[in-house]
Protein backbone atom coordinates (compact mmCIF):
# COMPACT_ATOMS: atom_id res chain seq x y z
CA UNK A 1 0.00 0.00 0.00
CA UNK A 2 1.63 3.56 -0.62
CA UNK A 3 1.30 6.41 1.52
CA UNK A 4 0.42 9.70 0.38
CA UNK A 5 1.94 12.82 -0.01
CA UNK A 6 1.38 15.74 1.89
CA UNK A 7 2.19 18.78 -0.37
CA UNK A 8 4.12 21.19 0.38
CA UNK A 9 4.85 20.15 3.97
CA UNK A 10 6.44 22.87 6.01
CA UNK A 11 10.35 21.41 7.36
CA UNK A 12 10.70 22.27 11.40
CA UNK A 13 12.14 19.09 13.02
CA UNK A 14 16.06 21.21 12.87
CA UNK A 15 14.13 24.74 13.31
CA UNK A 16 14.40 26.51 16.78
CA UNK A 17 12.14 26.56 19.63
CA UNK A 18 11.53 30.42 20.48
CA UNK A 19 9.04 30.04 23.20
CA UNK A 20 7.18 26.89 25.31
CA UNK A 21 4.14 27.31 27.00
CA UNK A 22 2.70 24.55 29.11
CA UNK A 23 1.55 22.08 26.09
CA UNK A 24 3.15 23.71 23.20
CA UNK A 25 6.24 24.56 21.56
CA UNK A 26 6.62 27.67 19.53
CA UNK A 27 8.25 28.19 16.48
CA UNK A 28 8.87 31.09 13.58
CA UNK A 29 7.53 29.90 10.76
CA UNK A 30 10.18 29.39 8.09
CA UNK A 31 8.83 31.73 5.20
CA UNK A 32 6.74 34.40 6.91
CA UNK A 33 8.48 37.00 9.64
CA UNK A 34 5.36 37.80 11.48
CA UNK A 35 3.75 34.19 11.90
CA UNK A 36 4.62 31.79 14.85
CA UNK A 37 4.04 28.00 14.13
CA UNK A 38 2.88 26.14 17.58
CA UNK A 39 3.48 22.38 17.94
CA UNK A 40 1.80 20.37 20.88
CA UNK A 41 4.59 18.80 22.68
CA UNK A 42 5.13 15.36 22.61
CA UNK A 43 5.04 14.41 26.07
CA UNK A 44 1.43 15.83 26.90
CA UNK A 45 -0.39 13.67 24.47
CA UNK A 46 -1.37 10.23 24.28
CA UNK A 47 0.49 9.53 21.51
CA UNK A 48 -2.69 10.04 19.09
CA UNK A 49 -5.06 13.52 19.32
CA UNK A 50 -6.12 13.29 22.82
CA UNK A 51 -4.32 14.98 26.09
CA UNK A 52 -3.10 12.80 28.49
CA UNK A 53 -4.57 14.96 31.16
CA UNK A 54 -7.71 14.61 29.84
CA UNK A 55 -11.42 14.31 32.28
CA UNK A 56 -13.98 11.65 31.56
CA UNK A 57 -16.25 14.14 29.85
CA UNK A 58 -13.12 15.38 27.20
CA UNK A 59 -12.30 11.20 27.22
CA UNK A 60 -15.64 10.67 26.09
CA UNK A 61 -17.54 13.33 23.96
CA UNK A 62 -15.09 15.71 22.48
CA UNK A 63 -12.40 14.58 19.41
CA UNK A 64 -8.61 15.84 19.53
CA UNK A 65 -8.70 17.39 22.39
CA UNK A 66 -4.72 18.25 22.38
CA UNK A 67 -6.37 21.03 19.87
CA UNK A 68 -9.23 22.27 22.13
CA UNK A 69 -7.44 25.48 23.43
CA UNK A 70 -6.88 26.41 19.72
CA UNK A 71 -10.08 25.74 18.72
CA UNK A 72 -11.35 28.16 21.57
CA UNK A 73 -8.85 30.92 20.63
CA UNK A 74 -9.31 30.58 16.77
CA UNK A 75 -12.78 30.87 17.17
CA UNK A 76 -12.11 34.46 19.98
CA UNK A 77 -10.06 35.43 17.32
CA UNK A 78 -11.91 34.98 14.36
CA UNK A 79 -15.15 36.59 16.07
CA UNK A 80 -13.09 39.41 16.51
CA UNK A 81 -11.76 39.66 12.99
CA UNK A 82 -14.79 39.56 11.50
CA UNK A 83 -16.26 42.49 14.06
CA UNK A 84 -13.15 44.59 13.38
CA UNK A 85 -13.16 44.01 9.65
CA UNK A 86 -14.57 47.61 8.54
CA UNK A 87 -12.31 49.19 11.24
CA UNK A 88 -9.21 51.14 11.09
CA UNK A 89 -7.54 49.03 13.92
CA UNK A 90 -5.96 45.67 15.11
CA UNK A 91 -8.12 43.04 17.14
CA UNK A 92 -7.18 43.11 21.36
CA UNK A 93 -5.74 39.65 20.59
CA UNK A 94 -3.04 37.43 18.27
CA UNK A 95 -4.64 36.41 15.19
CA UNK A 96 -5.29 33.03 14.81
CA UNK A 97 -5.39 32.00 11.00
CA UNK A 98 -5.13 27.99 11.09
CA UNK A 99 -3.08 24.82 10.60
CA UNK A 100 -0.42 23.78 8.40
CA UNK A 101 1.13 20.52 7.90
CA UNK A 102 4.97 20.28 9.24
CA UNK A 103 7.28 17.10 9.31
CA UNK A 104 6.78 16.97 12.81
CA UNK A 105 2.69 17.20 13.43
CA UNK A 106 0.32 19.68 12.46
CA UNK A 107 0.85 23.16 13.20
CA UNK A 108 -0.64 25.78 14.40
CA UNK A 109 -0.84 29.27 12.91
CA UNK A 110 -0.63 32.42 15.16
CA UNK A 111 0.01 36.37 14.41
CA UNK A 112 3.19 36.84 15.21
CA UNK A 113 3.28 40.19 18.01
CA UNK A 114 6.87 41.87 17.41
CA UNK A 115 8.54 45.31 18.08
CA UNK A 116 10.22 47.56 15.46
CA UNK A 117 13.11 45.73 15.21
CA UNK A 118 11.70 41.96 14.60
CA UNK A 119 11.95 41.06 18.82
CA UNK A 120 8.77 39.15 20.30
CA UNK A 121 6.94 42.04 22.27
CA UNK A 122 7.77 41.99 26.02
CA UNK A 123 4.82 40.57 28.22
CA UNK A 124 3.47 42.22 31.41
CA UNK A 125 5.91 40.32 33.77
CA UNK A 126 8.86 40.55 31.43
CA UNK A 127 8.32 44.61 31.24
CA UNK A 128 8.07 44.56 35.11
CA UNK A 129 11.19 42.02 35.69
CA UNK A 130 13.35 44.43 34.03
CA UNK A 131 12.06 47.74 35.29
CA UNK A 132 10.69 49.13 32.03
CA UNK A 133 7.27 49.33 32.76
CA UNK A 134 6.04 52.96 33.23
CA UNK A 135 3.01 54.76 34.43
CA UNK A 136 1.96 55.12 30.21
CA UNK A 137 1.87 51.43 30.58
CA UNK A 138 -0.27 51.24 33.84
CA UNK A 139 -2.88 53.53 32.48
CA UNK A 140 -3.01 52.23 28.98
CA UNK A 141 -3.70 48.97 30.41
CA UNK A 142 -6.80 50.29 32.82
CA UNK A 143 -7.90 51.26 28.89
CA UNK A 144 -6.91 48.18 27.62
CA UNK A 145 -9.17 46.45 30.51
CA UNK A 146 -12.39 48.80 29.62
CA UNK A 147 -11.75 48.13 26.16
CA UNK A 148 -12.41 44.08 26.87
CA UNK A 149 -15.70 45.10 28.74
CA UNK A 150 -17.13 46.87 26.17
CA UNK A 151 -15.94 44.20 23.39
CA UNK A 152 -17.35 41.81 25.23
CA UNK A 153 -13.87 39.98 24.78
CA UNK A 154 -13.32 36.21 26.65
CA UNK A 155 -10.08 35.84 28.45
CA UNK A 156 -9.53 32.70 30.46
CA UNK A 157 -7.00 33.32 33.36
CA UNK A 158 -4.56 35.48 35.66
CA UNK A 159 -1.00 34.95 33.53
CA UNK A 160 0.92 38.27 33.45
CA UNK A 161 2.82 36.16 30.52
CA UNK A 162 -0.11 36.63 28.44
CA UNK A 163 -0.41 39.46 27.42
CA UNK A 164 2.54 41.54 25.43
CA UNK A 165 2.77 45.66 24.75
CA UNK A 166 3.48 45.74 21.15
CA UNK A 167 5.13 49.38 20.86
CA UNK A 168 4.89 50.93 17.42
CA UNK A 169 7.71 52.44 14.87
CA UNK A 170 5.98 56.12 15.87
CA UNK A 171 6.17 55.31 19.16
CA UNK A 172 2.30 54.03 20.13
CA UNK A 173 1.62 50.76 21.50
CA UNK A 174 -1.48 48.78 22.40
CA UNK A 175 -1.58 45.14 24.46
CA UNK A 176 -2.55 42.33 23.21
CA UNK A 177 -3.03 39.31 24.52
CA UNK A 178 -1.18 36.25 22.85
CA UNK A 179 -2.46 33.09 24.81
CA UNK A 180 -5.58 31.76 27.18
CA UNK A 181 -8.79 33.78 25.45
CA UNK A 182 -11.70 32.08 24.53
CA UNK A 183 -14.56 30.53 26.40
CA UNK A 184 -13.52 27.79 27.98
CA UNK A 185 -17.36 26.86 29.37
CA UNK A 186 -19.21 23.84 28.26
CA UNK A 187 -22.35 26.07 28.69
CA UNK A 188 -20.86 29.68 27.25
CA UNK A 189 -22.79 31.89 29.82
CA UNK A 190 -19.87 34.47 30.26
CA UNK A 191 -20.96 34.76 26.00
CA UNK A 192 -24.29 34.73 27.05
CA UNK A 193 -24.15 37.07 29.80
CA UNK A 194 -22.49 40.48 30.11
CA UNK A 195 -22.40 40.86 33.77
CA UNK A 196 -20.45 37.52 34.10
CA UNK A 197 -18.16 38.35 31.80
CA UNK A 198 -17.45 41.84 33.40
CA UNK A 199 -16.97 40.39 36.82
CA UNK A 200 -14.65 37.81 35.54
CA UNK A 201 -13.04 40.52 33.05
CA UNK A 202 -12.53 42.74 36.21
CA UNK A 203 -11.20 40.06 38.59
CA UNK A 204 -8.34 39.42 35.90
CA UNK A 205 -7.69 43.49 35.96
CA UNK A 206 -7.57 43.60 39.86
CA UNK A 207 -4.50 41.34 39.62
CA UNK A 208 -2.81 43.00 36.56
CA UNK A 209 -3.02 46.29 37.87
CA UNK A 210 -1.84 45.40 41.43
CA UNK A 211 0.84 43.49 39.74
CA UNK A 212 2.01 46.49 38.04
CA UNK A 213 1.22 49.00 40.50
CA UNK A 214 3.38 46.79 43.07
CA UNK A 215 6.41 46.68 39.96
CA UNK A 216 6.50 50.60 39.67
CA UNK A 217 6.38 51.07 43.38
CA UNK A 218 9.76 48.50 43.96
CA UNK A 219 10.76 50.49 40.63
CA UNK A 220 10.31 53.67 42.61
CA UNK A 221 12.45 52.73 45.64
CA UNK A 222 15.47 51.25 43.86
Not at 99 to 108: E, P, R
Not at 151 to 168: A, C, M, P, R
Not at 177 to 188: H, V
Request: glycine fraction near 6%.
Amino acid sequence: MTTARIENLLNLKNSEVIAQGNRQFVYQHPHEPNTLLKIPQPHTTDGGSNLKTDSWFDRNFRRSTVYKGFMREFHESFDLMVRYQNRNEPIPVCEVRGVVQTDIGIALVYERISEPDGQLSPCLKELAKSGHLTHHHLASLNKHFDMLIEEQVLISNKNTGNIVYQTFSDGSGRWVWIDSFGCKQIIPVRRWFRFLNRRKINQIRNRFISFAENALHQKAEH
